[in-house]
Each structure stands twice: as structure tokens, then as C-alpha cells.
């Protein structure tokens, strides 16, 4: 098979890492990729976002399946287009991609699917999202109703907050995105993701991870993409992945198909778990970044025959081979990150660090200049272990981190604390 993987960051390089231990790809290509996935796949510049370029690339190049790795081009349609011009393609049309792209949507369907999730209100008026505020009380949630690459979503503790962050959204700081807003109940709890392929029909989940959203060790500071992860999260157990099943995410599958608008792909579903009963939070139409690290190092080389069956519909015929292991991934990031940070600094030591399926590196923001490798972007590295338990593999990914010699880079040392206290 000819495979083609969209994207360039850490998510993309470790599904091109699984993809590329399966004796079924014959060529793998990414677009754009980056200097890691350089290292073991070819890449090619492409707009992934213009449906017509990607279709004429997977024609020249003989592509026979196609796996999306961000939201982008799939709220864009390019997943419509391919399929359209008779290629097979991992991921949901972009009507199916409004469960990440509208907030209000995914509302919505979970109303109409009974799936628990927080009471909300949407509002295109200021005033009036302001009186509701009021009604309600804090703390209360605030969201942007469009995508926001992550940064749409204000917990406000006080009314001050809320009515700041209201205005805010109001007056165009999310372009298109803030147009309306959504408010909701706030719900407590601990959040935990949980990710399962689906082929329109069929749900078979693949694992559960936490990730770690702020900054700072000790979860202090503004929140980031994620600076590292790890599977599967012990607070989504058996009990509470069933329920989650049942209760959510089957229910999201029948209600997409009965509009006409089946989902396939990977849906991340976004739980906050209180008393073992899970409510989705949100859902995204991708693998959480650098969620899917942890969920490659894990499934290896079957990856690939899981996304081709969901892609070809043959999901209820698949199994899941589940090892007694647990991944970890530290994400290392430039300094100054989520803030403004400097681009083009060395990293050094990448030669040495090991590179097996219990410890990889995933690159995310690097490219290749005269031979070394340099930060380009805020999110950098993911150092990746897998082990027995949690605790090895945590051992195994910061010993590596040790090897790295970046002074332009950051890190948190406490990643796992959650499930390792
Ligand atoms: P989202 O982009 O919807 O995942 O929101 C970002 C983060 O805000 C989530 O991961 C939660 O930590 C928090 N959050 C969002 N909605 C709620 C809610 N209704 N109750 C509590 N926390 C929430
Ligand atoms: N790490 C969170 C996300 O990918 O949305």
C-alpha cells in the first residue's frame, strides 16, 4: 500500500513510525512532515488544506489510502474530496468534523442522543450572555463557538472573569470563531480522554490517555497544546469506558448516521469523570496531540490495519491486541512557550538517544539545517517510552530527556504525577 499522512508535528511522526513497522506499507509519504519523520518517511510540501492539490498528489503518486492527521483539513473537506475523486481516506467528511468544529453542534447532538454532557446556553448577544452569567452564577464556562486551535475556552471563577472573557470573544479576538458563544455548566471532576475508530457503524475504542494542558509543574500556568501524556489513564477504567461506550459515544455514532452524516475516523472524546460516571467535555475529530504518541507506542505495526479497517467499514471485524504496558511521552518545548519564543536554536544529542518500540523520539517543530537539527516551532520533541508500569516508563522517557542537549528548550518534570501519586 502508498500511504499518505497529512500533517508535520509529533502526532504525525508517530503515525508514520507505527504505519512504517507494517509490512503493508509499501511507500510512506508526509506532507509536510518534518525533520524526524524525514528520518523514515519521504515528505513533500503541500497546502493540506486545498482538497484539489492533496487529490492531485494522491493521483501523480499513486496513493492508495490517506490518513488526516489535524482538525484543519478535515473542517476544510479535504477528506469530501478524496473520497470524491475515489480515494480511501482515515477521517470524517467535514460535516462529520463539526463535532470539533462547532461547539454548539456537538451540543446539539448530544441533546438528541441523550449523552450526558454539561447544561449549556448559546448566545449571539453580548447582553444577553452577560444576564445569563448572572443567572447562573460561578464558576461557569465560557467557549468560542468555532475552533480556536485549543485557546477558545475560559473557566471563569468570578463574574469579573466571565464578563471579561464574554467581551473578549465578543469583540473578535477568536476571529469567525467567537461570532457566537457557548456557556456552560461547570463540571467537576477528573478529565480523562478517551479514543475509539469508528467506521460510521462500528465503535472499537484503541485507549484511554491524560494529558496535561498548563505549563507549569503541578499543572500551574497558561495552558499549552499539551506538554506531555500518558496510557492508559486509571481513571478511565473498564467500568467507566462501557459506560462512556453506552452512553456517549454509541449514541453520538447512531444519531450522525441517522442524519445522514456518518462519522469515521478517530473520535477523541474529551470525559470529565466524577463518581465513576463519565460526561463528555468535547469531542475532536483527530488524535489529540501528543495523545497520540502514547496511543502508537502502544499498538505499534496494528495501527495501520485498525485505521484501513475503519476506513473501508470492516471495523466489526477487528480486535484490539492489548498489551500490559503503559506510555509516556514528555513534551520538550521551546522557552518562552505558550508565550513568544525563539526559533531556529540547536539541538544536540539526538544521535545518541535509543530508538526502539520502548523509547522513541517524536519531533514536532524541527527542521534539518546543515546537518543539525533546530527548533521551529513552540511544541519541539515528544521523548516517548514504553514500559511495564507507568513509573519504568516515566524513568525511561526523563533518562533519555538527560541525553538532549537543548539550552533553548523547556520541559515539565512531573509528567504522570496524576496517575503515579
Ligand atoms: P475544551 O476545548 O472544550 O476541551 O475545553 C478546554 C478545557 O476546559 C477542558 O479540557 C476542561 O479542562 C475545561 N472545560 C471545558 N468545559 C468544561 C466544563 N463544562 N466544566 C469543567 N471544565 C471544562
Ligand atoms: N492534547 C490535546 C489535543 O490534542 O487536543
Redesign the pocket.
Known sequence: MNILILGGGGREHALAWAVMQNPKCDKLVVAPGNAGIAQIAECAAMDICDGAAVVNFCDINAVDFVIVGPEAPLAAGVADRLREAGFLVFGPSAAAARLEAS?SFTKEICDAANAPT?AYARFTDCSAAKAHVRDTGVPI?I?ADGLAA?K??I?AETPDQAEAAIDDMFSGEFGAAGTAVVI?????GE?ASFFVLCDGETALPIGTAQDH?RIGEGDTGP?TGGMGAYSPAPVLDDAVAVAALDRIVRPTLAEMARRGTPYQGVLYA?L?IANGQPRL??YNVRFGDPECQVLMMRLGAQALDLMHAAAEGRLSQMRVNWADDHAITVVMAAQGYPGTYEKGTVIRGLDTCPEDSFNMVFHAGTSERDGRFIATGGRVLNVTARQATLEQARDLAYATIEQIDWPGGQYRGDIGWRALR
Open positions: 461547539k454539561a464556562v467557549k485549543g477558545g475556552v473557566v456552560e455548566e461547570f463540571m467537576e478529565e494542558k495552558n474529551g470529565m467535555v468535547e
